[in-house]
Nanobody
Framework: QLQLVESGGGLVQPGGSLRLSCAAS????????IGWFRQAPGKEREGVSC????????NYGDSVKGRFTISRDNAKNTVYLQMNSLKPEDTDLYYC????????????????????WGKGTLVTVSS
């Protein structure tokens, strides 16, 4: 079965850290650009961060620049999102998504044309 599974969400105090994981099963991530997105009920989806298939290029949303870091380990078929200095406004359901690409440097932070989506992991930042 081809799927993406997110993990690592939870409750954290403001200023704390979490590391999210996005694990693929049933297909290799080597040829896929990956994005992390978040969306709260009634709000538009926001592109948090994205990474090219070769890991050489990354992009971040303005609200998370300097606090979040995306990385990937193709040998483990997993992409990570390290989130530091978390704020209450980071509270959201976080999704990862994958898009197959032949351009190893392409990133996809708008979420359009993605081939697979995970079901999300909830991050709650609260004291």
């Amino acid at each position: 079965q081809l799927q993406l599974v997110e993990s690592g969400g939870g409750l954290v105090q403001p200023g704390g850290s979490l590391r999210l994981s996005c694990a693929a099963s049933g297909f290799p991530l080597d040829y896929y650009a990956i994005g992390w997105f978040r969306q709260a009920p009634g709000k538009e989806r926001e592109g948090v961060s994205c990474i090219s298939s070769n890991g050489a290029r990354t992009n971040y949303g303005d609200s998370v620049k300097g606090r979040f870091t995306i990385s990937r380990d193709n040998a483990k078929n997993t992409v990570y999102l390290q989130m530091n200095s978390l704020k209450p406004e980071d509270t959201d359901l976080y999704y990862c998504a994958a898009r197959r690409t032949t351009n190893y440097y392409r990133t996809n932070c708008d979420g359009n044309g993605m081939d697979y989506w995970g079901k999300g992991t909830l991050v709650t930042v609260s004291s």
